[in-house]
Each structure stands twice: as structure tokens, then as C-alpha cells.
């Protein structure tokens, strides 16, 4: 269970504790990532399943109009995304490794 630093503070104050944190990565046949989408389960929230989170993935790029056709999905802890790192998934492993 995670405990988002210091909480979320939330309109009328308060924290609120996030019980899951999942990035949704949608990547093509060739391992290029095309979306990562962050799913975010607050304490008492409904926790969405891994089809529920491709799908909410897929629709933003639809919303934005890019394409969505033979894009795949794999699911993994917020936590192993580091911030200005380059990733790309290896489509054989279904894991996302480093590209920098």
C-alpha cells in the first residue's frame, strides 16, 4: 500500500491516501510506447481492472484522434517510471526497459 507523500490534499482539507498506482503503457508491434496512462486508487475508490485501464488508455488517444489499431498493453507500478528516462517496451518480454 502507498501513501502518496505528505497526502493529496483534497477541497475542503484533508489527505487522501492512494492504495494503488498503475501506469497503463499502450506501445506498437514494434515496442514503441505511444501512451503511458497513470490509474490512481484512492482509499474507499473503485480499483479499476487491467481491461477497464486499457481501455480508459486507449479512449484519450482516440479523444485526441491518434490512431489506436494493433496498439497492446501491459500494466506496471507507477514507481518504476523515473522522470525524463526514455522507455520502449521489449514486445517479447512484455517489459519496459530503459532507452537511455
Excluded: C, F, W
Excluded at 61 to 79: E, K, M, N, W, Y
Amino acid at each position: 500500500m502507498a501513501t502518496t507523500e505528505g497526502g493529496n490534499n483534497v477541497e475542503g482539507g484533508g489527505s487522501v491516501e492512494a492504495v494503488s498506482e498503475i501506469s497503463t503503457v499502450l506501445y506498437d508491434r514494434t515496442g514503441a510506447i505511444k501512451h503511458i496512462h497513470h490509474n490512481v486508487t484512492l482509499r474507499g475508490g473503485h480499483e479499476l481492472t487491467e481491461d477497464e485501464m486499457a481501455a480508459a488508455a486507449t479512449d484519450v488517444l482516440r479523444r485526441q484522434q491518434r490512431p489506436v489499431d494493433g496498439l497492446q498493453a501491459i500494466h506496471i507500478p507507477t514507481s518504476t517510471l523515473e522522470p525524463r528516462k526514455r522507455y520502449r517496451v521489449d514486445t517479447q518480454k512484455r517489459i519496459v526497459v530503459d532507452q537511455t
